[in-house]
């Protein structure tokens, strides 16, 4: 699945995506996507490689032996298949992928 940064504030069931946020979109079809991002409301984003975050040097490769080398790609992998690949606890995945989620996201302070 596609990654979005939100540049607008975006509305779902009452919920506010605030910008600057990562998404799937999972809820929307591939025709609501075009149109957000045709009026600039999200942006498909590039996501850089794992050893390019800070502090990843070492995940990054173990990562890497199961084919997932960017951040985006982490962030879409099954979290359960990467701990027990990696053995390691569920949680701790988790918690690697906050932390990515968090280099990816831009703070509300900084985009004025």
Known sequence: MTLYRALRNLSRNE???PDGTLTELHW???AQIDKLIEVGAVAEV????LV???GWKTRAPRLGALDINTAGEFLEADS??????????AETVERW???ARGW??????DRG
Do not use: G
Request: net charge positive; charged share 15%; proline share 12%.
């Open 52 to 54: 390019a975050l800070p």
């Open 15 to 17: 919920r506010i995506i």
């Open 28 to 30: 929307l079809n591939l």
């Open 46 to 49: 590039a996501t850089p490689p």
């Open 97 to 99: 992928k906050t932390e």
């Open 80 to 89: 359960a298949f990467v701990a027990e690949q990696l053995h390691l606890k």
């Open 104 to 109: 990816l996201t831009v703070p509300a302070t």
